[in-house]
Antibody, heavy 118, light 111 residues
């Protein structure tokens, strides 16, 4: 059974940093792009970042470029999202996501809440 | 800001057919990129409903179907059931943004 379990969310002040982790199991991790998708309270979905199987390619939504960094550890079957210079508008539930092969998400984690507030 | 536009809400009685539109442009759907659909039940993570314009993952009832034409795509739900009450999102790729984009989302209400 495919499982994606996020951790690392919490309350942080504007300008602060947070690192999200996603532990994957139940599939061949190195066969899939992985990514992060977020959803602000009461709002729609936004694809934040994704990373190729070997980590050689990464892409980001415009508003997080230069502030967020996605990475993966294939030995640990984990993907990470380092978030720096956090803003109030980054407040959201962050979902870990597995790319199904044609730029869609076939499995989602349960989500972890990031709240940016003073 | 979403570049794929969906109606904020649609509703129907049990057993009826409803459709949700997803309107894009020449830089995404119109450029030939495939469209995918997700269902998000209240308080839960989204779930893949349709991939590659019209394909259903294993376990998704055939009441759900997807189509694409020109710069738009549609999700149809036939034989609407109470359990279909959820938010639905389309998703594709946009060449102008060079990134993946979601639709604005549609809330389906079963009357």
């Amino acid at each position: 059974e495919v499982q994606l379990v996020e951790s690392g969310g919490g309350l942080v002040q504007p300008g602060g940093s947070l690192r999200l982790s996603c532990a994957a199991s139940g599939f061949t991790f190195t066969s899939h792009w992985m990514g992060w998708v977020r959803q602000a309270p009461g709002k729609g979905l936004e694809w934040v970042a994704n990373i190729k199987q070997d980590g050689s390619e990464k892409s980001y939504m415009d508003s997080v470029k230069g502030r967020f960094a996605i990475s993966r550890d294939n030995a640990e079957n984990s993907v990470y999202l380092q978030m720096n210079s956090l803003r109030v508008e980054d407040t959201a539930v962050y979902y870990c996501a597995r790319d199904g092969g044609t730029y869609y998400i076939d499995y989602w984690g349960q989500g972890t809440l990031v709240a940016v507030s003073s | 800001q979403s570049v794929l536009t969906q109606p904020p809400s649609v509703s129907g009685a049990p057993g009826q057919r409803v459709t949700i539109s997803c309107t894009g442009s020449s830089s995404n759907i119109g450029a030939g990129y495939v469209v995918h659909w997700y269902q998000q039940l209240p308080g839960t993570a989204p779930k893949l409903l349709i991939y590659g314009n019209s394909n259903r993952p294993s376990g998704v009832p055939d009441r759900f179907s997807g189509s694409k034409s020109g710069t738009s795509a549609s999700l149809a739900i036939t034989g609407l059931q109470a359990e279909d009450e959820a938010d639905y999102y389309c998703q594709s790729f946009d060449t102008s943004l060079s990134f993946y984009v979601f639709g604005t989302g549609t809330k389906v209400t079963v009357l």
